[in-house]
T-cell receptor, first 115, second 114 residues
Framework: AQKVTQAQTEISVVEKEDVTLDCVYE???????LFWYKQPPSGELVFLIR??????QNEISGRYSWNFQKSTSSFNFTITASQVVDSAVYFC????????????FGKGTKLSVKP | NAGVTQTPKFRILKIGQSMTLQCAQD?????MYWYRQDPGMGLKLIYY???????DKGEVPNGYNVSRSTTEDFPLRLELAAPSQTSVYFC?????????????FGSGTRLTVV
């Protein structure tokens, strides 16, 4: 069965701290895609990154970075020097290759960044 | 280019009432999805469609129905609303199942059943 686990339900940090959001996934497929979405208090879903199972390179985008490790089935997300605007719920999601394309979401991690 | 448009944004229903959540996309995407998001939970798939005239159940289809008569529209019908259907509903679309395609999500419909 396919599954995404985000063990951290809520995280609270003070502005400028670094924070890592964990994501562990389960699948037996060799082709799959991993996603991170941000859901700010306004409620919309904001796409952050997509990674395919054949690309284990880490990625950095400004203050955001992602660490993909197939050996541990993890796709962790780090925010460096967090800001109040980073406060949101963050979802990790899995999509299988060659499937009907639906996303399997984790339960999300609520990040609160305090000034 | 409007993307994925969901209407209404908010709705309060009484138990036993019915309603249709509308979802329209103008990107000629083949794949469309309905998800529900309960508090503290991730999104769960209700129904999906891989093209006009083709729909299939997702993880939590009970109490809902869908149709896909055109590529653009994918309405979600609630029959006999129940408090358990209080949720935020998201519609999404995808051009195809290839890995290079990205999802477009609507802004959501917040439904309360009282």
């Amino acid at each position: 069965a396919q599954k995404v686990t985000q063990a951290q339900t809520e995280i609270s940090v003070v502005e400028k701290e670094d924070v890592t959001l964990d994501c562990v996934y389960e699948t037996r497929d060799t082709t799959y895609y991993l996603f991170w979405y941000k859901q700010p208090p306004s409620g919309e879903l904001v796409f952050l990154i997509r990674r395919n199972s054949f690309d284990e390179q880490n990625e950095i985008s400004g203050r955001y970075s992602w660490n993909f490790q197939k050996s541990t089935s993890s796709f962790n997300f780090t925010i460096t020097a967090s800001q109040v605007v980073d406060s949101a719920v963050y979802f990790c999601a899995l999509r299988l290759g060659g499937s009907q394309g639906n996303l399997i979401f984790g339960k999300g991690t609520k990040l609160s960044v305090k000034p | 280019n409007a993307g994925v448009t969901q209407t209404p944004k908010f709705r309060i229903l009484k138990i036993g009432q019915s309603m249709t959540l509308q979802c329209a996309q103008d990107m000629n995407h083949n794949y469309m999805y309905w998800y529900r998001q309960d508090p503290g939970m991730g999104l769960k798939l209700i129904y999906y469609s891989v093209g006009a005239g083709i729909t299939d159940k997702g993880e939590v289809p009970n109490g809902y129905n869908v149709s896909r008569s055109t590529t653009e529209d994918f309405p979600l019908r609630l029959e006999l609303a129940a408090p358990s259907q209080t949720s935020v509903y998201f519609c999404a679309s995808l051009l195809g199942s290839g890995g290079s395609y990205g999802y477009t999500f609507g802004s959501g419909t917040r439904l309360t059943v009282v």
